[in-house]
């Protein structure tokens, strides 16, 4: 966890507080995406009090698992679908387009431009080797494009009441798939009963 600030373009100073939470779907096999949404609920909105402004996705330039495709849409079952309007896509490694713009990287994969749509074209993409006033540059970029999208969403944020409303529904949703699972084990085993009864007075009835 970071703190700092940043003055906007209206010479107002505004604090910030940046979380880095583990990757979902990340490499190591240690950690899963149930223990990343774990932490999120017991850690980060008590961190970010009362809400989260901005969910960045943080995805690297010519690497793009097949688990990545996934990610808004493990976001958007975790914490429902109005969590993409708090999603900004960041790229990384913007050295590796070469020839390339990052429209052009993104034309190039169905779900990429699916990802674009969701997050309703919301990216930047940042060179790893930057420094100075070129990643001066960025960053206010980035600052610029979350107040944006603040202003676009009228200053809500994203709290964990709503996360918590969306683990009910999902909850139940769980227990009503385990009692449907229930429910139809107990069918079985009374027509299975039913079988062996009829089998059993059938062969009494030939002898």
């Known amino acids: 966890m970071e703190r700092g600030q940043w003055t906007d373009n209206n010479g107002i100073i505004k604090q910030i507080l940046v979380v880095d939470t583990p990757g979902f779907f990340d490499s190591d096999t240690n950690v899963t995406n149930e223990m990343v949404e774990k932490k999120i609920a017991s850690q980060i909105f008590d961190m970010t009090s009362p809400g989260v402004h901005a969910f960045l ?37 913007e050295d590796q387009l ?9 034309s190039s994969s169905v779900e990429l431009r699916q990802l674009m749509t969701i997050c309703n074209n919301r990216k930047l993409v940042i060179n790893n080797k930057s420094s100075g006033q070129a990643l001066e540059r960025k960053t206010q970029q980035l600052l610029q494009m979350i107040q944006e999208m603040v202003n676009h969403n009228n200053g809500s944020y994203y709290t964990n009441e709503k996360y918590r409303q969306i683990e009910i529904k999902r909850e139940e949703e769980r227990k009503k798939q385990e009692e449907e699972v229930i429910f139809h084990r107990q069918c079985n085993k009374i027509i299975l009963t039913h079988c062996l009864i009829l089998g059993t007075t059938t062969t009494t009835s030939h002898n």
């Open 57 to 93: 996705i943080v995805l690297r330039i010519g690497r793009f698992s097949p688990e990545e495709k996934n990610t808004v849409d493990f976001i958007r079952t975790i914490f429902g679908q109005d969590a993409a309007n708090y999603c900004i896509v960041v790229f990384t490694h």
């Open 98 to 106: 070469e020839d390339q713009t990052l429209d052009d990287f993104i």
